[in-house]
């Protein structure tokens, strides 16, 4: 029997599983932050800090009394984190380690493929050489390899030890031991995760069952589609393989979204299925997601869960953009309620509130702007800035 999710029941299983539904300043603590890695599955790292950097930024939502120095132990001193790719660079648990080997082995031979198309023969001639220095004489960073006489050109022109470390990262000969002011400084793996996370080796049809299967519990119901984008390790032919083997364990959910249309077929765990609507209501305080929070990644689910209609418009020429460069999500309770652009001034001290947007059918109240203005105040002091400055027009023409 197929189970039918309203869509404010959908909304309220996909934030408890990302998260987003414990109460935000419960204590913390490092192995607290570690299980809600583990929890969600991944923390997205870039390097735009407009106010925080975006796995900072994605932690902070969920707790605030999240430490940035736990997460720092987490990677660079106990090893229980490492960093490389979901979809994106991302901050995954080192327990998960052994199943991105599959990946590491999946990529390696299409990486030598369009890596010798982008940049020609003899682009791999210095990878044995680059491992063998950091294996006799530890971790580097890409400058102190770099050659006199290369003309950097930026991503696409990498000089060739900078490409033989990336080609040794991506195929888990190398890992991130820490970032010095964000520049990666690379050792070897084995060096930097505990040798039990290396171990034992999981067979080809366990890594396809794991991925499938921890992509479901996380994201609490979904298509095989989705299951395959949440880690970006199987293809979606492996995943609707997988659905397709293990339809005994499973029931077919029927979600309504946000719009009101169809509603849109999904499948979750028969075993949860029926407690799938046990889940705690999301804490009413207002709350600042970072534009690389896991709750939007996916748009499209964003779009018929909250109706929500996001873009990251770094690139778009400032004229044609329809909000801003960097313009933060807000979420309230269990709807994503509007959109702000702000930015940390930190040699004048302050969180500068540029503009402000609510979505549709989305009141100004008194009580909601109060809610926005606690919750301001606790980002500016997470960005180590003292006031927050609302400039001229932040709330619009007309506001």
Partial sequence: MTILLSNAEARRIFLSRQGLSSPPGRALGKAGLLQLIHDIGFVQVDSIATVERAHHQILFSRNQTYRREHLAELLEKDGELFEHWTHDASIIPSAF??????????????????????????????????????????????????????????????????????????????????????????????????????????????????ACRSALERLGFATHGEIAAFWALVTPEEAKAWVDANKAELRQVSIETADGGKPRAAYAFAHSAESLRDVPESPARLRVLSPFDPLIRDRNRTERLFGYVYRIEIFVPEPKRQYGYYVFPLLEGDRLVGRIDMKADRKAGVLAVRRLWWEPKVRSSAGRLERLEAELARVARFAGVEDVRYLDGWQGEGA
């Avoid at 380690?97 to 030598?112: C, D, N, Q």
């Avoid at 198309?117 to 890409?142: H, L, P």
């Avoid at 010095?180 to 040798?195: G, I, T, W």
Wanted: proline share 3%; net charge positive.
């Fill in 97 to 210: 380690f052994r199943y991105w080997k599959h990946r590491f082995r999946r990529k390696e031979a299409s990486i030598l493929a369009n890596w010798r198309k982008w940049q020609g023969e003899g682009f791999d001639a210095t990878f044995e050489e680059t491992y063998r220095r950091i294996a006799e004489s530890g971790a580097v960073m890409s400058r102190d390899l770099k050659v006199e006489d290369h003309k950097s050109g930026g991503w696409w022109n990498w000089h060739p030890n900078k490409t033989a470390l990336e080609y040794l990262w991506h195929t888990g000969k190398l890992a991130i031991a820490r970032r010095e002011n964000f520049q990666k400084v690379y050792d070897l793996a084995e060096r930097v995760l505990p040798q039990h996370h290396h171990e034992p080796a999981v067979e080809h049809d366990v890594f396809i069952d794991w």
